[in-house]
Nanobody
Framework: QVQLVESGGASVQSGESLRLSCTASEFTLGHYSVAWFRQTGGNEREAVACIKGDGEGTRYADEAQGRFTISRNNNKNTVYLQMTSLKPMDTAVYSC??????????????????????WGQGTQVTVAS
């Protein structure tokens, strides 16, 4: 089954770190842009970060800049989100998504949820103060 599966979510204390993983099954993720989003309750999905298929281009939402790092290992068909200095406001369900696009040089990955077509089921991150 073609899908993305997230893992690594946990309950942690403020200031701690977590690494989330997004692994693709039944297709090669390496060509495509991948993004992480997060959502709390009934709120709209909020972009966190994205990375191009070749790993050369990344973008971060303001809240993630400087604390989170997105990376990928195409040999493992996996994209990671390393989160440091976690805050209670980071509590959310984190989901990864891909848009099936191979972006040319000079075009970076998008941070809009409607630009993405295939979504994982999400992993819960809870940060206690």
């Amino acid at each position: 089954q073609v899908q993305l599966v997230e893992s690594g979510g946990a309950s942690v204390q403020s200031g701690e770190s977590l690494r989330l993983s997004c692994t693709a099954s039944e297709f090669t993720l390496g060509h495509y842009s991948v993004a992480w989003f997060r959502q709390t309750g009934g709120n709209e999905r909020e972009a966190v970060a994205c990375i191009k298929g070749d790993g050369e281009g990344t973008r971060y939402a303001d809240e993630a800049q400087g604390r989170f790092t997105i990376s990928r290992n195409n040999n493992k068909n996996t994209v990671y989100l390393q989160m440091t200095s976690l805050k209670p406001m980071d509590t959310a369900v984190y989901s990864c998504a891909t848009n099936w696009l191979i972006l040319p040089d000079g075009i970076n990955c998008p941070l809009k949820y409607y630009e993405y077509a295939l979504w994982g089921q999400g992993t819960q991150v809870t940060v206690a103060s």
